[in-house]
């Protein structure tokens, strides 16, 4: 099992509000690109989708279950069928979105249990909370040519030491997808 998180960010390093749908200053930086540099299987998942579990937090999942459903695009097919799993303690009905859950327990400890390869997008909070536990083995990063200057950082103030390892780089649409995992695959 591993925990893949994948993500937009900024040159800069910050990650909210990529679409707008947060409406804060600056919010829709990746969008702005056109909908080629964001649209489809940009994050190159292919497989991992269809053996894996999706985990969202619940604000990304609000959003994703209002768009994702209406969607019949070989990708949106997949992003429908793999099975998500919502860390929330505040949401109940899931059934906007097929195949979704909340998620059982504590985050961390659910994540431990987990068989399946775990792949969280967006979600800033759980993936925080993944980092503190030192569960997350990849980043798969959408870096886009926008230098923000403020919001929620992918990698936040206090942050621990990390040494990862560049698996790939390359340019997709407008930004550059980059593909992390840890230096030493043992946790």
Partial sequence: MSVIVIAFTTLDGFASDPDGSSG????????????ESVAGDKFRLGSTLDDGVLLLG???????SGLWPHRDDPFSQRMNAVPKLVATSTLA??????????LDGDLVDAVKRE???????????????????????????LTFPTVLGSGTRLFPEGTGLAHLECVSAERV?????????????GR
């Fill in 58 to 64: 619940r604000k990304t999942w609000q959003l994703f």
């Fill in 24 to 35: 804060t200053p600056g919010g829709g930086w990746a969008f702005r690109h056109g909908p």
């Fill in 93 to 102: 009905d899931t059934s906007a979105w097929q195949n979704s859950s909340v």
């Fill in 115 to 141: 068989a399946r390869d775990v792949v969280v997008t967006g979600s800033l909070s759980v993936v925080h909370t993944l980092m503190a536990a030192n569960l997350i083995d990849e980043y798969r990063l």
């Fill in 173 to 185: 649409g407008a930004g550059t997808l980059s593909r992390y995992a840890r230096e030493n695959s």
